[in-house]
């Protein structure tokens, strides 16, 4: 992480930007160990400001990878505060640096998602849905379509 993705420039913007960065050794600090279930390093957990864990991510990824995560993160915090348009910003921003990434099809689903609860019409949604099934066929989120054709 810190040779290749920490080092990327825009990694380190949004990080900068977007969160408040705390770096704890979960074997040495038993208590974080026990609070969020963590047994893996590196492992990235989203907190609010009093702790409660809200998205958590165990492993390397790359820079690109690492982004789109930074967003479903972020996105996690404002979607139950009602923040739908700040959501989608976060979403949308620099998107087609990522579209090429493994991950982007998950950012599309929660896009979807925040556009239906922003809404209430299910319409923006399975447009997404239809999207991620002919462009990202065989990623977890284009099994997640449940309409059966012509409902």
Partial sequence: MYEFTYKDSNVDR?????????????????????????????????????????????????PVEFRIMLRLALS??????????????TLDSEVEELRHGVMFPKLEFQKGVVLYLKHHDNREFRSI???????????LESYMYFWEDGI
Avoid at 51 to 56: R, S
């Fill in 14 to 62: 949004e990080l900068d930007e977007w969160f408040i960065l705390l770096r704890l050794d979960i074997f040495k600090d038993r208590e974080v160990r026990r609070e969020y279930s963590a047994y893996w390093t590196p492992s990235f957990y989203f907190t609010d400001y009093d702790g409660k864990l809200l998205y958590k991510f165990n492993g390397y990824l790359p």
């Fill in 76 to 89: 996690e915090y404002l979607i139950p505060k009602g923040k739908y348009d700040q959501a989608l910003s």
């Fill in 129 to 139: 849905m239809d999207d991620i099934r002919n462009k990202y066929r065989g990623s």
